[in-house]
């Protein structure tokens, strides 16, 4: 039995309790350019995407609460700008990210760039390039909460 372990690589880690609040928001903000990512290629493909998820309902005749699979309409982060070409426009929770100082959208030029952008941003999501910004648009979406 232990030739088989010693074929595998071994370590002594250990699994955190939670993830650092940072990487939450960065793993957050990727789930969501996952799915613009989903909704561009169903758009290059000329099928409709929509997701679902469950939700709960109370039923209208017994009031019992039942468990139904609903669409879920993702709001697509890409436009077409004035001249034709194709705007994409990165955002956490409600605000749009400043990717650079005075600068919210990135001009993707034709509908067929728009899946390669796309996993460019999700890449450099993933090497922590874009951690500054979220933590900024995190503290304004956080500052709206409070009284």
């Given at each position: 039995?232990?030739?088989?372990?010693?074929?595998?690589?071994?370590?002594?880690?250990?699994?955190?309790?939670?993830?650092?609040?940072?990487?939450?928001?960065?793993?957050?903000?990727?789930?969501?350019?996952?799915?613009?990512?989903l909704l561009a290629e169903a758009l290059n493909?000329?099928?409709?995407?929509?997701?679902?998820?469950?939700r709960s309902f109370a039923d209208a005749d017994?009031?019992?609460?039942?468990?139904?699979?609903?669409?879920?309409?993702?709001?697509?982060?890409?436009?077409?700008?004035?001249?034709?070409?194709?705007?994409?426009?990165?955002?956490?929770?409600?605000?749009?990210?400043?990717?650079?100082?005075?600068?919210?959208?990135?001009?993707?030029?034709?509908?067929?760039?728009l899946i390669a952008v796309l996993d460019t941003?999700?890449?450099?999501?993933?090497?922590?390039?874009?951690?500054?910004?979220?933590?900024?648009?995190?503290?304004?979406?956080?500052?709206?909460?409070?009284?």
């Amino acid at each position: 039995m232990t030739a088989i372990l010693n074929t595998l690589k071994l370590t002594a880690a250990r699994k955190t309790r939670a993830l650092p609040e940072l990487v939450k928001r960065r793993n957050k903000l990727l789930m969501k350019l996952g799915e613009q990512r989903l909704l561009a290629e169903a758009l290059n493909e000329g099928r409709h995407y929509a997701p679902t998820r469950y939700r709960s309902f109370a039923d209208a005749d017994t009031g019992a609460r039942v468990v139904k699979e609903v669409p879920v309409r993702i709001k697509p982060w890409f436009w077409t700008g004035e001249k034709g070409e194709v705007l994409l426009a990165i955002s956490y929770g409600s605000k749009q990210l400043e990717l650079l100082r005075g600068k919210t959208a990135i001009d993707v030029g034709e509908q067929a760039n728009l899946i390669a952008v796309l996993d460019t941003v999700i890449a450099a999501t993933r090497n922590g390039e874009l951690d500054a910004q979220i933590e900024s648009a995190s503290v304004k979406l956080r500052d709206g909460f409070k009284k």
